[in-house]
């Protein structure tokens, strides 16, 4: 069974890897809520993040909206296929739509963020 997903309330996930690495994306949901995307803007491999540090950006023809680290660590892969096939974020966020793979600092930090319980239930009480 695959890692079990972790959401940060900005709305990234995290997955845990073999290696000591994890991949992170941005939730169904938000990508719902951005409806039409047009833009993304990826780091560049090797950047170091803080955890809640804007690591690029996703644009939708309504808003642009910051991607946010849910922990820290190195980015190690981008996912360069993605801002020229962003459709892919909404047919599948959670695996070919990955933006970033990152060498976590603190796994620790990942065990800290919300499971998809607590995340579904807060996203639940947020107005549509």
Do not use: C
Request: net charge negative; hydrophobic share 45%.
């Amino acid at each position: 069974m695959a890692a079990e997903i972790r959401f940060a309330k900005t709305h990234e996930w995290i997955r845990p890897e073999a290696g000591g690495l994890a991949t992170v994306g941005v939730s169904a949901y938000a990508v719902e809520a951005l409806t039409d995307l047009v833009f993304m803007q990826l780091p560049t491999v090797g950047r170091k993040l803080k955890a809640g540090e804007s690591f690029g950006e996703i644009e939708s023809v309504k808003a642009v909206s910051d991607l946010y680290a849910p922990v820290s660590g190195e980015v190690v892969e981008v996912n360069a296929a993605l801002p020229n096939a962003l459709e892919t974020l909404g047919k599948d966020p959670y695996e070919s739509g990955w933006i970033i793979r990152i060498r976590p600092d603190d796994p620790a930090e990942i065990e800290a963020l919300l499971d998809r319980s607590a995340y579904d239930a807060m996203i639940g009480s947020q107005p549509h």
